[in-house]
């Protein structure tokens, strides 16, 4: 096997390609976690019972928005290998068929988050909480066919190289949500207050908001003229759907195998205590928080990734995959910096109690252990998604978190007494091994040129 010895000047030019791509991608991510912040410090200044209430309906529905997130992420390689291959006219009978599959998902999600009762008993919640939660949840399942359009329309403009509208609508609606979400919380301009009901209903309408402001823009702005995205009605062709839920489907099965992970982690530390489950809290949002740099990297891997192999360049493909593993590397560095050097400054920022400060800190500190781990394995992630291949990762991810991660935490938290600490520490083992595989499964492919039969099946589903 011959060494990989990039070019310095085509190395330099990688990086700035990524780099300018992912940018507006970090933004865009880092709005979506506010917009998690602003809903419970809103519902928190209602009352506890409404920041109980939205906080449980949230984690439920932050699964259907990881399904419908990993099945909308199809779109972007599918686009940007058209587009590397010089095939742009044909991005509109992809993008039309995409946008079936978004209604299709959605309407799944409307229906699976009105009817989740099964989930909020098996969770355990207060029934003083239980009427709450379901309003909540059945306000903003109507957001869900918005949410996957949405993604559509996200996933169409960043295949094109376009990923700035990306942080443009994510971040108006961020915006958006606090006047709307204060006004139907609280009960102003004549509306009663509503309570976790009205901030359900506050998310769904900045979704749908963002939906129609994206599709107008697409549909107006010349950067995507010439695609006959909307030139014709057309129905729905169950061979181009299957194709991209091909591509889809396993990577929702990832994503919610990730978060099931986290939040079955939550519930089990939840048993622990009152200050523990506060010090995992304060540890885990500031671990999601620095969480959103790769994995906007690793959405402009998978675009990279896809333009080269749609050009069928073979060096393209390592530049493209090995670069952006790389420049995650470096901002992993300066997360782990921050969290195992200002472990307890970082938790201060967030309570005064002596106790939880204390834990946290340890948590926060396990949290810099693997912050090379998780950045290695959702930017090698990135890249197999540029390749179209995404099955074998979801193994991967399924055995690392489930038969790996889940089983050590587990043993370690209560059979040798390490509690929180063994918890974090299964999900350091879980997270290594993921990035060891899926790092060697990218490695592999590109010398091996797998990558080329993503390119033949790109052809033939065209």
Not at 139 to 154: C, D, E, N
Not at 288 to 298: N, V, Y
Not at 384 to 392: E, I, N
Request: glycine residues 12%.
């Amino acid at each position: 096997m011959k060494p990989f010895r990039p070019e310095r000047a085509h190395l330099a030019h990688e990086m700035r390609a990524t780099v300018r791509l992912a940018l507006p991608l970090i933004c865009a991510q880092l709005a979506a976690i506010g917009s998690n912040v602003i809903d419970a410090v809103l519902a928190g200044h209602v009352s506890a019972h409404v920041l109980g209430a939205v906080a449980v309906g949230a984690s439920i529905w932050s699964l259907a928005i990881v399904s419908g997130i990993g099945m909308m992420m199809a779109v972007p390689p599918s686009v940007a290998q058209l587009d590397g291959a010089g095939r742009r006219h044909e991005v509109g009978a992809v993008f039309r068929q995409a946008l079936w599959l978004a209604l299709g998902m959605g309407m799944v999600l409307w229906f699976a988050v009105r009817h989740a009762a099964p989930l909020i008993d098996l969770i355990g919640v207060t029934p003083s909480l239980r009427d709450d939660v379901q309003r909540f949840l059945l306000a903003i399942s109507w957001g869900a066919p918005a949410l996957t359009s949405y993604f559509s329309l996200r996933g169409l403009s960043e295949g094109l190289s376009l990923t700035r509208p990306s942080m443009y609508f994510s971040l108006g609606g961020l915006v958006l949500l606090v006047p709307l979400g204060y006004v139907l919380m609280f009960g102003k301009l004549g509306i009663p207050p509503q309570g976790a009901h009205g901030c359900g209903v506050a998310t769904a309408i900045v979704l749908w908001l963002e939906m129609l402001t994206f599709g107008i823009y697409v549909i107006f702005r010349r950067n995507y003229c010439g695609l006959g995205l909307f030139d014709h009605f057309e129905w729905p062709n169950l061979r181009r759907i299957g194709a991209l839920a091909h591509i889809g489907l396993p990577m929702a099965v990832t994503l919610l195998a990730e978060a099931g992970l986290f939040v079955a982690t939550a519930l089990i530390i939840a048993t622990l205590g009152e200050d523990v489950i506060a010090s995992h809290q304060v540890a885990i949002n500031i671990a999601s928080l620095f969480f959103m740099i790769p994995l906007g990297l690793a959405m402009a891997i998978t675009v990279r990734v896809g333009n080269a192999v749609g050009r069928g360049d073979e060096r393209g493909v390592r530049y493209a995959g090995f670069c952006g593993i790389g420049l995650t590397l470096v901002t992993q560095l300066f997360s782990a910096g921050l969290m195992l050097g200002l472990p307890h400054f970082i938790a201060t920022l967030y309570t005064q109690d002596p106790k939880v400060i204390a834990l946290a800190a340890q948590l926060i500190m396990l949290a810099g252990l693997f912050q090379f781990s998780d950045g290695i394995q959702v930017a090698a992630n990135g890249a197999l998604r540029g390749l179209k291949d995404t099955r074998v990762p979801m193994a991967i991810t399924l055995f690392a978190y489930w038969i790996i991660g889940m089983p050590v935490g587990w043993w370690l938290a209560f059979h040798h007494g390490m509690g929180a600490r063994g918890m974090w520490m299964g999900l350091i083992a879980g997270l290594t091994v993921a990035a060891v595989m899926l790092f060697t499964r990218f490695w592999r492919s590109a010398w091996k040129q797998r990558w080329r039969r993503a390119a033949t099946a790109m052809s033939a589903t065209a």
